[in-house]
């Protein structure tokens, strides 16, 4: 296990140009992330923030640069390395994503049957554990279309948490959902990190869960392409003299 300096970088970011074609989306992004910390990445529509989720889990590689996870380089690793980094992520993607023909337990299951072959029954025990864990205890066999749009995004938490991530990818979490379902998927964020240790990278505009939830945090302008600041949020309110950030953080009261 890494010890408490490697803590300081769990997650870096180096460097890292994101582009499709000749379009540059965001330049030189640079960045670490804690253990056990949340880290919100925010910005304006279209900067790139689910771009740049994307490209930390492998879903899309990034025109330079590259992301660390406890030392390790993801794009100029093996095929087989990239493979055992991300067996230590969780996603979840807006929406949750959850698969409307199967029950609760069986998309949380489904990662467990499919990437690490556990037996359906084991599989499910740990389902029902993982919705428990969510607060869901006693909707396992209920589907997605008969609960609430805060549950199904709790519900793909726990599907998140099905393989025991040391990493959890959030984009968009609270997008649709009412203030109190909002709110209190904040709370089960917090708690799971202090629960059970879980670094979290947060992409969301939602200003009440930014000041929430957030650790550290930075802010992406899709106009110049690139990271403009860098800071726990409260003090980047604070202290930015950057207009599009300081509009951004000045949207609403918050306490």
Same mark, same amino acid.
């Given at each position: ?6 803590? #300081? ?33 925010? @910005? ?6 689910? #771009? ?5 889990? @492998? ?14 380089? $993801? ?17 979840? $993607? ?43 205890? @006693?909707?396992?066999?209920s589907y997605p279309s008969q609960v609430s749009g805060g549950m199904r995004n709790r519900a793909g938490l726990a599907r998140a948490l099905s393989l025991d991530p040391d990493i959890l990818f959030l984009d968009e979490p609270s *997008? ?5 379902? *909002? ?13 059970? @240790? ?5 992409? #969301? ?5 930014? $000041? ?16 403009? *600041? ?7 309110? *604070? ?17």
């Open positions: 296990m890494p010890g408490p300096a490697a803590d #300081t970088d769990f997650v870096a970011v180096d460097a890292m140009t994101m582009a499709y074609g000749s379009f540059v989306v965001q330049e030189n992004v640079s960045f670490s992330i804690r253990r056990g910390s949340v880290f919100v990445v925010m @910005g304006d529509s279209g900067s790139g923030k689910s #771009t740049l989720l994307r490209h930390m889990i @492998g879903l899309d590689r990034p025109a330079k640069g590259d992301v660390r996870y406890a030392g390790t380089p $993801f794009w100029s690793s093996t095929e087989a390395e990239q493979r055992r980094l991300r067996r230590r992520f969780g996603v979840l $993607f807006q929406g949750a994503g959850l698969l409307s023909s199967m029950t609760l337990a069986e998309n949380i299951s489904l990662p467990l049957v499919q990437h690490l072959r556990v037996p359906r029954g084991e599989a499910r025990e740990v389902a029902v554990t993982k919705l428990e864990l969510v607060g869901l205890g @006693g909707f396992e066999d *997008a649709g959902l009412d203030p109190l379902s *909002a709110r209190h998927l904040d709370d089960l964020i917090l708690e799971l990190r202090s629960s059970l @240790g879980t670094t979290f990278l947060v992409v #969301t505009h939602e200003l009440p869960s930014i $000041f929430a939830i957030a650790d550290d945090a930075i802010f992406l302008d899709g106009e110049r392409h690139r990271m403009v *600041a860098h800071g726990p949020p409260r003090e980047m309110a *604070a202290t930015t003299t950057d207009p599009k950030v300081k509009a951004f953080l000045e949207r609403g009261q918050y306490p």
